[in-house]
Protein backbone atom coordinates (compact mmCIF):
# COMPACT_ATOMS: atom_id res chain seq x y z
CA UNK A 1 0.00 0.00 0.00
CA UNK A 2 1.38 3.66 -0.92
CA UNK A 3 0.41 6.70 1.20
CA UNK A 4 0.39 10.19 0.26
CA UNK A 5 1.16 12.67 2.73
CA UNK A 6 -1.09 15.30 4.69
CA UNK A 7 2.13 17.37 6.26
CA UNK A 8 5.61 17.94 5.62
CA UNK A 9 7.22 14.51 5.64
CA UNK A 10 11.07 14.30 6.30
CA UNK A 11 12.45 10.79 5.91
CA UNK A 12 15.22 9.13 4.04
CA UNK A 13 17.28 12.41 3.46
CA UNK A 14 14.32 13.36 1.63
CA UNK A 15 11.58 15.91 2.07
CA UNK A 16 7.80 15.43 1.13
CA UNK A 17 5.22 18.05 0.51
CA UNK A 18 1.63 17.85 1.38
CA UNK A 19 -0.03 15.71 -0.62
CA UNK A 20 3.28 14.28 -2.25
CA UNK A 21 3.34 10.37 -2.53
CA UNK A 22 5.38 8.49 0.15
CA UNK A 23 8.17 6.25 -1.42
CA UNK A 24 7.65 2.21 -1.52
CA UNK A 25 10.78 1.91 0.45
CA UNK A 26 10.04 4.04 3.46
CA UNK A 27 10.93 2.40 6.79
CA UNK A 28 8.27 0.69 8.66
CA UNK A 29 8.95 2.35 11.54
CA UNK A 30 8.60 5.90 9.93
CA UNK A 31 5.83 4.76 8.18
CA UNK A 32 4.23 3.42 11.22
CA UNK A 33 4.86 6.61 13.01
CA UNK A 34 3.09 9.03 10.72
CA UNK A 35 0.53 6.72 10.14
CA UNK A 36 -0.10 6.95 14.43
CA UNK A 37 -0.16 10.55 13.99
CA UNK A 38 -2.15 11.11 10.69
CA UNK A 39 -0.29 12.58 8.78
CA UNK A 40 -0.67 10.10 5.85
CA UNK A 41 -3.66 8.52 4.32
CA UNK A 42 -3.55 5.47 2.34
CA UNK A 43 -3.65 5.61 -1.47
CA UNK A 44 -5.60 3.03 -4.05
CA UNK A 45 -3.32 2.16 -7.28
CA UNK A 46 -4.77 3.40 -9.54
CA UNK A 47 -4.55 6.89 -7.55
CA UNK A 48 -0.76 6.02 -6.83
CA UNK A 49 0.01 5.81 -10.93
CA UNK A 50 -1.71 8.83 -11.47
CA UNK A 51 -0.59 10.83 -8.55
CA UNK A 52 3.44 9.93 -9.76
CA UNK A 53 2.85 10.70 -13.66
CA UNK A 54 1.57 13.74 -12.10
CA UNK A 55 4.80 14.59 -9.88
CA UNK A 56 7.02 13.53 -13.06
CA UNK A 57 5.21 16.06 -15.60
CA UNK A 58 6.45 18.52 -12.96
CA UNK A 59 10.22 18.01 -13.08
CA UNK A 60 11.84 21.55 -14.70
CA UNK A 61 15.49 20.33 -14.67
CA UNK A 62 18.21 20.56 -12.38
CA UNK A 63 19.32 23.18 -10.31
CA UNK A 64 22.98 23.73 -10.78
CA UNK A 65 23.40 26.70 -8.50
CA UNK A 66 26.01 25.59 -5.82
CA UNK A 67 24.42 23.63 -3.40
CA UNK A 68 23.42 25.02 0.24
CA UNK A 69 26.15 23.50 1.90
CA UNK A 70 28.94 20.92 1.27
CA UNK A 71 29.82 17.89 3.83
CA UNK A 72 33.47 17.89 5.07
CA UNK A 73 35.39 14.63 4.75
CA UNK A 74 34.77 13.56 7.74
CA UNK A 75 30.60 13.87 7.61
CA UNK A 76 30.89 11.88 4.42
CA UNK A 77 33.06 9.16 6.13
CA UNK A 78 30.19 9.35 8.60
CA UNK A 79 27.35 8.29 5.68
CA UNK A 80 26.60 4.60 6.44
CA UNK A 81 24.91 3.70 3.56
CA UNK A 82 25.15 3.82 -0.52
CA UNK A 83 21.87 4.90 -0.93
CA UNK A 84 22.40 7.81 1.17
CA UNK A 85 25.70 8.69 -0.24
CA UNK A 86 24.52 8.34 -3.51
CA UNK A 87 22.21 10.93 -2.75
CA UNK A 88 24.05 12.76 -1.71
CA UNK A 89 26.52 13.18 -4.05
CA UNK A 90 23.68 13.65 -6.74
CA UNK A 91 22.41 17.12 -4.71
CA UNK A 92 26.57 18.41 -5.57
CA UNK A 93 26.42 17.38 -9.17
CA UNK A 94 28.46 13.94 -8.89
CA UNK A 95 26.59 10.86 -11.09
CA UNK A 96 27.74 8.17 -8.51
CA UNK A 97 24.98 5.73 -10.26
CA UNK A 98 27.22 4.01 -12.65
CA UNK A 99 28.77 1.24 -11.15
CA UNK A 100 28.53 2.25 -7.76
CA UNK A 101 26.72 -1.01 -6.95
CA UNK A 102 30.48 -2.92 -7.19
CA UNK A 103 32.28 -0.88 -5.28
CA UNK A 104 32.68 -0.03 -1.15
CA UNK A 105 31.28 2.10 0.83
CA UNK A 106 34.63 3.40 1.37
CA UNK A 107 35.67 4.07 -2.52
CA UNK A 108 32.35 5.77 -2.80
CA UNK A 109 33.05 8.16 0.30
CA UNK A 110 36.83 8.67 -1.44
CA UNK A 111 34.84 9.55 -4.57
CA UNK A 112 32.38 12.00 -3.14
CA UNK A 113 35.56 13.91 -1.03
CA UNK A 114 37.94 14.00 -4.33
CA UNK A 115 35.43 15.44 -5.87
CA UNK A 116 34.63 18.06 -3.75
CA UNK A 117 38.58 18.81 -3.72
CA UNK A 118 38.82 19.15 -6.80
CA UNK A 119 35.53 21.59 -6.68
CA UNK A 120 37.52 23.74 -4.42
CA UNK A 121 40.46 23.44 -6.01
CA UNK A 122 38.42 25.47 -9.65
CA UNK A 123 36.87 27.79 -7.51
CA UNK A 124 40.48 29.30 -6.26
Known amino acids: MRYK ?10 EYQPGKVLPADISADDLLFLKSKGFV ?9 TEIANEEDDFFG ?3 SEPDELKSSEEIKKIRSKKELVRYAASIGLNLGDGSDEKSLKELQEEVINFQEEYDQKEE
Open 62 to 64: FNE
Open 5 to 14: TKVTVITGGR
Open 41 to 49: EPMDIVTVA
